[in-house]
């Protein structure tokens, strides 16, 4: 079974309306992150929260994490069109030393 | 703002050829990071490199790779003979901590192996 699962797998949406991202994981975490990958591209950090924290925010970006539930969202607010990309969710899994990505959602944004 | 600097930006071989992937992690990071992504798969994690030494690493991660901080700046990425299935997008990235920090990535190395 996957580490970190994103739902939904695609989401397109017009420029805006909010966009919400789901992330669940199976073992306990220190800490979950999430990353954007525009096509064919790096990945670029976005926020990270800590396993005693509940929600964190950064700019339109607002992210919440369920330790009971094993699951983290990642809300976008007011989307744009240059919010296309991949969004990933990455955890710890509890080991210092990696993280474990998601399979990602694919979000478009629609101007 | 430092970042990670990777080269090549594309690197086509011949299976069965040795590759070197190379890295410019940023200057006050300590722990470094490889890590793969197929065409249209996940990422996945390879191998972690802390105080000169592999701190952990993944199945992938068999005989045919290693890696190496050959100076204060450089952390490379060696496949000694490679495979068609090596073909991936590589990741380089590197941290000021542990997982409890954010992880840096640089802009990836495609690896086309015929």
């Known amino acids: 079974s996957q580490q970190g699962e994103e739902d939904p797998q695609a989401l397109s949406i017009q420029e805006g309306e909010n966009a919400t991202m789901n992330c669940s994981y199976k073992?306990?975490?220190?800490?979950l992150q999430w990353y954007r990958q525009n096509s064919g591209r790096g990945l670029v950090h976005l926020i990270l929260i800590r396993s005693n924290e509940r929600e964190k925010h950064s700019g339109r970006l607002r992210v919440t994490l369920d330790t009971s539930k094993k699951s983290s969202s990642l809300l976008i607010t007011a989307s744009r069109a240059a919010d296309t990309a991949s969004y990933f969710c990455a955890t710890d899994a509890g080991d210092p030393d990696k993280l474990i990505f998601g399979t990602g959602t694919r979000l478009q944004v629609f101007p | 703002e430092p970042e990670v600097t990777q080269t090549p930006s594309h690197q086509v071989t011949q299976m069965g050829q040795e590759v070197i992937l190379r890295c410019v992690p940023i200057?006050?990071?300590?722990?470094f990071y490889w890590y793969r992504q197929i065409l249209g798969q996940k990422v996945e994690f390879l191998v972690s490199?802390?105080?000169?030494?592999?701190?952990?690493k993944s199945e992938i991660f068999d005989d045919q790779f290693s890696v190496e901080r050959p100076d204060g700046s450089n952390f490379t990425l060696k496949i000694r003979s490679t495979k068609l299935e090596d073909s991936a997008m590589y990741f380089c990235?590197?941290?000021?901590?542990?997982?409890?920090?954010?992880?840096?990535f640089g802009p990836g190395t495609r690896l086309t192996v015929t």
């Open positions: 990235a590197s941290a000021e901590g542990g997982s409890a920090y954010e992880q840096y």
């Open positions: 490199f802390y105080n000169n030494e592999i701190s952990e």
């Open positions: 073992t306990s975490i220190n800490n």
């Open positions: 200057s006050n990071h300590l722990y």
